[in-house]
């Protein structure tokens, strides 16, 4: 738990910076005072460890992915990931499948919108916990997805056995010679 929570550290501290500074590089001006406001009280809530307000305020949040500055993609996807973990250890399934589908969700936005800056905030990232990596993470979620709706819509069930095993029995007893076939 002491390791989750100075990782959520130091992905706060990292998003939490930039996002502190001027918006210079924003040139449409869009990032709002609700997005702001929300990540200051995302920032704190994964400082003191509260995963419940954490995860409330990231689905919040994550409205306004198409605002969002590559530094809070990179937080709610770090509060997101939390989840997910406290989520799996308290054997919550539902509650894991749908943070994971928020996930993908905001990563798919957050790079269609802004690739370069997004990618770089990801490499910042990974460069003060080489653990994250956003990108294998995304791959992971999108497998566990598509493993439970396949689950879900029946293709992942196992087929019923087909009538080639008896043809293969038939096509094998023309091919041994008479004499040397068992007795049936």
């Given at each position: 738990?002491k390791k989750i929570l100075l990782f959520i550290f130091a992905a706060v501290a990292v998003s939490v910076m930039p996002?502190c500074g001027p918006k210079g590089g924003d040139s449409d001006g869009t990032v709002t005072a609700e997005v702001e406001?929300?990540?200051?009280?995302?920032?704190?809530?994964?400082?003191?460890?509260?995963?419940?307000?954490?995860?409330?305020?990231?689905?919040?949040?994550?409205?306004?992915?198409?605002?969002?500055?590559?530094?809070?993609?990179?937080?709610?996807?770090?509060?997101?990931?939390?989840?997910?973990?406290?989520?799996?250890?308290?054997?919550?399934?539902?509650?894991?499948?749908?943070?994971?589908?928020?996930?993908?969700?905001?990563?798919?936005?957050?790079?269609?919108?802004?690739?370069?800056?997004?990618?770089?905030a990801f490499a910042k990232a990974k460069r003060i916990n080489p653990a994250v990596d956003f990108d294998s993470i995304?791959?992971?979620?999108?497998?566990?997805?598509?493993?439970?709706?396949?689950?879900?819509?029946?293709?992942?069930?196992?087929?019923?056995?087909?009538?080639?095993?008896?043809?293969?029995?038939?096509?094998?007893?023309?091919?041994?010679?008479?004499?040397?076939?068992?007795?049936?």
């Open positions: 738990m996002a406001e929300q990540n200051t009280q995302l920032a704190e809530a994964l400082n003191v460890g509260n995963i419940k307000q954490a995860s409330a305020m990231a689905d919040s949040m994550s409205l306004f992915v198409d605002d969002f500055t590559p530094e809070q993609t990179v937080q709610v996807l770090m509060t997101f990931l939390s989840v997910h973990n406290d989520a799996v250890a308290n054997k919550e399934r539902r509650r894991d499948l749908e943070t994971i589908r928020k996930y993908i969700d905001v990563y798919d936005i957050a790079l269609s919108v802004n690739p370069k800056d997004t990618r770089a995304a791959v992971t979620f999108r497998e566990k997805l598509s493993q439970y709706d396949a689950i879900q819509d029946g293709s992942l069930v196992a087929p019923e056995p087909t009538e080639a095993d008896s043809v293969a029995t038939d096509s094998v007893k023309e091919e041994i010679p008479l004499e040397l076939r068992p007795a049936e």
